[in-house]
């Protein structure tokens, strides 16, 4: 008898799940409409944030003194497996805007 109610009740709610469907489809076609015309998600950015701020900090450093070549710096990372790829990252930076400078 138990099997049954849960039987009977199961059906119901797939029913109500099933009515609901169509509004439940135009909702999420209506905010995907809504997301290509604001551009949101559109695109991912390449670096992180703090990423970005940190080129910007060693690009306002470095800047006045790129051409003598005898100003230095350290940047200390928490991961080693973070060196290579933040390396790259300066050196396109550096590249890109015309310093003379080498991760």
Do not use: C, W
Not at 52 to 80: A, C
Request: no cysteine; charged share 15%; net charge positive.
């Amino acid at each position: 008898q138990l099997a049954s109610l849960a039987d009977e009740k199961s059906k119901k709610l797939a029913a109500h799940l099933r009515s609901q469907m169509p509004q439940l489809t135009q909702r999420l076609q209506q905010l995907g409409n809504s997301v290509g015309t604001t551009g949101q998600l559109r695109g991912v950015p390449t670096i992180s944030g703090k990423a970005h701020r940190l080129l910007e900090l060693l690009t306002t450093l470095f800047q006045p003194r790129s051409r003598d070549g005898t100003y230095r710096g350290i940047i200390f990372v928490t991961q080693v497996a973070l060196i290579m790829p933040l390396a790259h990252l300066v050196n396109e930076q550096f590249q890109r805007t015309g310093l003379h400078i080498r991760a």
